[in-house]
């Protein structure tokens, strides 16, 4: 049930006519004035003719108007938690108390003047004028001055009139696009409270008998999140005239239009993680419609309920099956543009779903009262989460084959982008197993920072570069498509060596030859996963080739879009792979993989995009551990070492790389600083991170040397409290006493003659002068 918001409209002095069927010629025939008299963000009809011309993609619409009862509901007492979770439990939200049914009935149900529009023409009717010497006060009832239709804004039903021998009428709730909504009571059922709303317009009797042929289909409808049907009926007007109903479950709560308009004054709209854990709940109802054939067509924030304990959507007037033709009803703002040409399909749900995250979650600009196409680029809420942001216009994208192919397909990705939301706003990770890619096959940079302090161990000095080569052996990888006909045969291929995966591949394409029912010739993934084991074996050349005769069979799937992108880190072409991963990540916004692989990609270029994607991907899953090191080292880079630190301190104790983390920070807080930039807390610090690990650790006497080393060098210019540092005082003698004992404890390890002999006379250069 949709209500009006008294400032969402600045530019709509008018209200647009109730919902009606619109043709071509009807429209056509309405100049730009008499448009802007109409009320386009409401609920229409459009007509989609049972013909295909691409030359005429009418956005030609009806509007109606909808009127709405005060929240004035009395809350009825449970006891109940004051709060329940969305989005697999990330998001909390206030409880909404169950309501009295009777408290929700409006006192005056009366259609203002400026919502009144002629059913069949849509032009305004019942308007006040102010002609001749006597103002006219406008008539709720009467014909449209422009067609001749005979209309009413007066309850066609009253208090206490009995529909089917069934429904006590009890009063109006809400004024729709096909007029009034009416609260009933079930006498056969115990008094259940129900809601009756009319299929069609009163005044077109052809329409209604189509209307109740057509509707029956919905009383199979069943899903929680769904407002239940229970009946249709028809009860005669006053005229005699039968007037079909359609009999729903009486949904108490709040709509999500409503609770935006709680904040809608201060400008704010819901939070992002409170939005997306709504569309959470209602995208399974959108996909269980499409399971059956059907398009809802009409999403939005009014037609969405929040109850004690669940989501519903309501009002499924505008429901059809995908496809149809004829009169197709929806919201301008909301309504896909091409549905006009295509019909309803799970594309144009989609659409709707987007706008009405959108709607819900920023001030989208208006036009003559309907919400503009697209999004508002200067919107804050876009530029602090770019993932909710690809998302949203991956869902709005003018062309329907480049959204999302189904409610659940956007709603994956709309979990992954929600942890990575709520991730951001708690600063609590909440990492979660992606069902697209596998997870990262190893790790990259992790050693990179704190490498060159090898020098110690073996005499060499170590490159301290990130590697292409090193970045694609950990990426992950996307993961085989279940529908693909050669998916059984790549299963046992998955953890195999490449070498070992070409021969098995290999096998399998003759098996298949020499079976009569096998025919894996169509097979996508099967190629794909030999340019994956070229790639790994270092043929980039041929693994390119193959991939390009894939794709020019299939066409640039994202999945070869992934392997070109890699092909094209392997070669150094930075540019294209950076582009490649975007659009990727373009169509996966909820994943994490392209996201690291932006990231490595950006430090290998120089490319400041590296911070944004590294921080992204550590904030939401600590078990990326490429993405900890990659931030610490880009943190350090910048100059920020005290945050590198802090990346590296939120490295997980269980982690295998705990060790290299703690030494790596110990590295970044006194490693290519000078004297005059460390103080005696950075040397204590890095101290104790060491002093935390036993010293069988790798690269642990190093680290030591290194602390002691800094901490002497620094102690000629500053001075220093004399509490012990690694086992030695803080003093130029103890400090010389420390580092000898490292270097010669290193001495003793290393892998050469040569190396240890500079290692003892390193130790004997520093060694405290002896007084004896």
Same mark, same amino acid.
């Given at each position: 049930?949709?209500?009006?918001?008294?400032?969402?409209?600045?530019?709509?002095?008018?209200?647009?006519?109730?919902?009606?069927?619109?043709?071509?010629?009807?429209?056509?025939?309405?100049?730009?004035?008499?448009?802007?008299?109409?009320?386009?963000?409401?609920?229409?009809?459009?007509?989609?003719?049972?013909?295909?011309?691409?030359?005429?993609?009418?956005?030609?619409?009806?509007?109606?108007?909808?009127?709405?009862?005060?929240?004035?509901?009395?809350?009825?007492?449970?006891?109940?938690?004051?709060?329940?979770?969305?989005?697999?439990?990330?998001?909390?939200?206030?409880?909404?108390?169950?309501?009295?049914?009777?408290?929700?009935?409006?006192?005056?149900?009366?259609?203002?003047?400026?919502?009144?529009?002629?059913?069949?023409?849509?032009?305004?009717?019942?308007?006040?004028?102010?002609?001749?010497?006597?103002?006219?006060?406008?008539?709720?009832?009467?014909?449209?001055?422009?067609?001749?239709?005979?209309?009413?804004?007066?309850?066609?039903?009253?208090?206490?009139?009995?529909?089917?021998?069934?429904?006590?009428?009890?009063?109006?709730?809400?004024?729709?696009?096909?007029?009034?909504?009416?609260?009933?009571?079930?006498?056969?059922?115990?008094?259940?409270?129900?809601?009756?709303?009319?299929?069609?317009?009163?005044?077109?009797?052809?329409?209604?008998?189509?209307?109740?042929?057509?509707?029956?289909?919905?009383?199979?409808?069943?899903?929680?999140?769904?407002?239940?049907?229970?009946?249709?009926?028809?009860?005669?007007?006053?005229?005699?005239?039968?007037?079909?109903?359609?009999?729903?479950?009486?949904?108490? !709560?709040?709509?999500?239009?409503?609770?935006?308009?709680?904040?809608?004054?201060?400008?704010?709209?819901?939070?992002?993680?409170?939005?997306?854990?709504?569309?959470?709940?209602?995208?399974?109802?959108?996909?269980?419609?499409?399971?059956?054939?059907?398009?809802?067509?009409?999403?939005?924030?009014?037609?969405?309920?929040?109850?004690?304990?669940?989501?519903?959507?309501?009002?499924?007037?505008?429901?059809?099956?995908?496809?149809?033709?004829?009169?197709?009803?929806?919201?301008?703002?909301?309504?896909?543009?091409?549905?006009?040409?295509?019909?309803?399909?799970?594309?144009?749900?989609?659409?709707?779903?987007?706008?009405?995250?959108?709607?819900?979650?920023?001030?989208?600009?208006?036009?003559?009262?309907?919400?503009?196409?697209?999004?508002?680029?200067?919107?804050?809420?876009?530029?602090?989460?770019?993932?909710?942001?690809?998302?949203?216009?991956?869902?709005?994208?003018?062309?329907?084959?480049?959204?999302?192919?189904?409610?659940?397909?956007?709603?994956?990705?709309?979990?992954?982008?929600?942890?990575?939301?709520?991730?951001?706003?708690?600063?609590?990770?909440?990492?979660?197993?992606?069902?697209?890619?596998?997870?990262?096959?190893?790790?990259?940079?992790?050693?990179?920072?704190?490498?060159?302090?090898?020098?110690?161990?073996?005499?060499?000095?170590?490159?301290?570069?990130?590697?292409?080569?090193?970045?694609?052996?950990?990426?992950?990888?996307?993961?085989?498509?279940?529908?693909?006909?050669?998916?059984?045969?790549?299963?046992?291929?998955?953890?195999?060596?490449?070498?070992?995966?070409?021969?098995?591949?290999?096998?399998?394409?003759?098996?298949?030859?020499?079976?009569?029912?096998?025919?894996?010739?169509?097979?996508?993934?099967?190629?794909?996963?030999?340019?994956?084991?070229?790639?790994?074996?270092?043929?980039?050349?041929?693994?390119?080739?193959?991939?390009?005769?894939?794709?020019?069979?299939?066409?640039?799937?994202?999945?070869?879009?992934?392997?070109?992108?890699?092909?094209?880190?392997?070669?150094?072409?930075?540019?294209?792979?950076?582009?490649?991963?975007?659009?990727?990540?373009?169509?996966?916004?909820?994943?994490?993989?392209?996201?690291?692989?932006?990231?490595?990609?950006?430090?290998?270029?120089?490319?400041?995009?590296?911070?944004?994607?590294?921080?992204?991907?550590?904030?939401?899953?600590? !078990?990326?551990?490429?993405?900890?090191?990659?931030?610490?080292?880009?943190?350090?880079?910048?100059?920020?070492?005290?945050?590198?630190?802090?990346?590296?301190?939120?490295?997980?104790?269980?982690?295998?790389?705990?060790?290299?983390?703690?030494?790596?920070?110990?590295?970044?807080?006194?490693?290519?600083?000078?004297?005059?930039?460390?103080?005696?807390?950075?040397?204590?610090?890095?101290?104790?991170?060491?002093?935390?690990?036993?010293?069988?650790?790798?690269?642990?006497?190093?680290?030591?040397?290194?602390?002691?080393?800094?901490?002497?060098?620094?102690?000629?210019?500053?001075?220093?409290?004399?509490?012990?540092?690694?086992?030695?005082?803080?003093?130029?003698?103890?400090?010389?006493?420390?580092?000898?004992?490292?270097?010669?404890?290193?001495?003793?390890?290393?892998?050469?003659?040569?190396?240890?002999?500079?290692?003892?006379?390193?130790?004997?250069?520093?060694?405290?002068?002896?007084?004896?």
């Amino acid at each position: 049930m949709a209500e009006a918001l008294p400032n969402e409209r600045e530019n709509d002095r008018d209200e647009g006519p109730g919902t009606q069927p619109a043709g071509y010629a009807e429209l056509a025939e309405l100049s730009d004035d008499t448009m802007s008299t109409m009320r386009p963000m409401a609920t229409q009809a459009v007509y989609r003719p049972n013909f295909f011309d691409d030359d005429e993609d009418s956005d030609a619409l009806q509007h109606s108007g909808d009127t709405e009862p005060q929240d004035n509901t009395t809350a009825i007492t449970r006891h109940m938690s004051p709060t329940r979770r969305l989005g697999g439990g990330l998001v909390e939200i206030p409880r909404v108390p169950a309501r009295d049914p009777l408290a929700a009935l409006m006192t005056d149900p009366v259609v203002a003047e400026s919502k009144r529009f002629c059913w069949n023409c849509g032009r305004p009717v019942g308007r006040s004028s102010n002609e001749g010497p006597v103002r006219k006060k406008g008539q709720s009832e009467g014909w449209c001055p422009h067609c001749g239709s005979a209309y009413s804004f007066l309850p066609q039903l009253n208090v206490g009139d009995i529909v089917a021998d069934q429904y006590e009428i009890k009063g109006c709730i809400a004024h729709g696009g096909l007029g009034w909504v009416y609260l009933a009571f079930d006498k056969n059922v115990n008094d259940r409270p129900v809601v009756l709303k009319g299929l069609v317009h009163s005044g077109d009797a052809e329409a209604q008998a189509i209307a109740m042929a057509e509707r029956q289909f919905l009383a199979e409808v069943t899903h929680p999140g769904i407002v239940k049907i229970y009946n249709f009926v028809e009860h005669e007007d006053k005229h005699g005239n039968p007037v079909g109903y359609i009999v729903m479950e009486y949904v108490g !709560g709040t709509s999500l239009k409503q609770a935006t308009l709680l904040k809608h004054h201060s400008q704010i709209r819901l939070p992002t993680a409170e939005a997306i854990g709504f569309m959470l709940e209602i995208l399974p109802a959108m996909g269980y419609l499409h399971s059956l054939g059907l398009a809802y067509n009409d999403l939005k924030p009014e037609n969405i309920m929040v109850t004690e304990d669940q989501l519903k959507i309501i009002d499924l007037g505008a429901v059809s099956r995908i496809n149809s033709f004829g009169y197709l009803y929806g919201t301008p703002g909301y309504q896909a543009p091409e549905i006009v040409r295509t019909g309803p399909t799970v594309a144009s749900d989609i659409y709707t779903v987007g706008r009405t995250l959108a709607a819900l979650t920023m001030r989208l600009p208006t036009k003559r009262g309907r919400y503009v196409d697209g999004l508002p680029e200067d919107n804050p809420v876009l530029a602090e989460h770019d993932s909710f942001a690809r998302l949203l216009r991956r869902a709005i994208d003018p062309d329907p084959r480049r959204r999302f192919q189904s409610a659940e397909e956007m709603s994956s990705q709309l979990m992954g982008v929600l942890r990575e939301v709520v991730a951001k706003d708690t600063g609590v990770p909440r990492p979660g197993l992606s069902t697209t890619f596998s997870p990262s096959r190893s790790t990259f940079g992790v050693d990179l920072l704190v490498a060159h302090t090898d020098v110690y161990l073996d005499g060499q000095v170590h490159s301290e570069k990130l590697t292409a080569q090193e970045i694609v052996k950990a990426l992950q990888v996307p993961l085989v498509d279940p529908t693909d006909v050669g998916a059984t045969v790549l299963s046992a291929t998955l953890l195999s060596h490449p070498v070992q995966t070409l021969d098995s591949l290999r096998a399998a394409r003759h098996g298949a030859l020499d079976s009569d029912g096998i025919d894996l010739s169509e097979s996508v993934e099967l190629p794909l996963m030999e340019v994956r084991a070229l790639l790994d074996l270092g043929d980039v050349a041929k693994a390119t080739r193959k991939l390009e005769d894939l794709a020019e069979r299939v066409g640039w799937r994202w999945r070869l879009v992934w392997f070109r992108a890699v092909s094209e880190l392997l070669t150094a072409d930075y540019d294209s792979a950076t582009k490649h991963f975007t659009e990727v990540l373009d169509t996966l916004p909820g994943e994490l993989a392209p996201k690291i692989a932006l990231a490595a990609t950006a430090e290998l270029a120089g490319n400041s995009d590296r911070h944004k994607f590294y921080d992204t991907v550590w904030s939401t899953d600590h !078990g990326v551990i490429s993405a900890g090191f990659g931030l610490a080292r880009t943190q350090s880079a910048e100059g920020d070492r005290d945050a590198a630190v802090r990346t590296l301190d939120e490295v997980p104790a269980t982690s295998r790389h705990f060790t290299t983390a703690r030494l790596t920070s110990a590295v970044t807080l006194l490693s290519g600083r000078s004297t005059s930039e460390i103080t005696e807390q950075h040397i204590r610090n890095a101290a104790r991170r060491v002093e935390a690990l036993p010293d069988t650790e790798p690269r642990v006497l190093q680290i030591r040397a290194l602390v002691l080393g800094t901490a002497m060098d620094w102690l000629a210019d500053n001075t220093a409290s004399t509490n012990h540092i690694l086992g030695f005082p803080f003093t130029e003698h103890g400090l010389r006493l420390g580092v000898e004992a490292s270097l010669r404890s290193l001495a003793r390890v290393a892998p050469t003659q040569a190396h240890r002999y500079a290692l003892v006379d390193l130790a004997n250069s520093v060694r405290p002068i002896s007084t004896f």
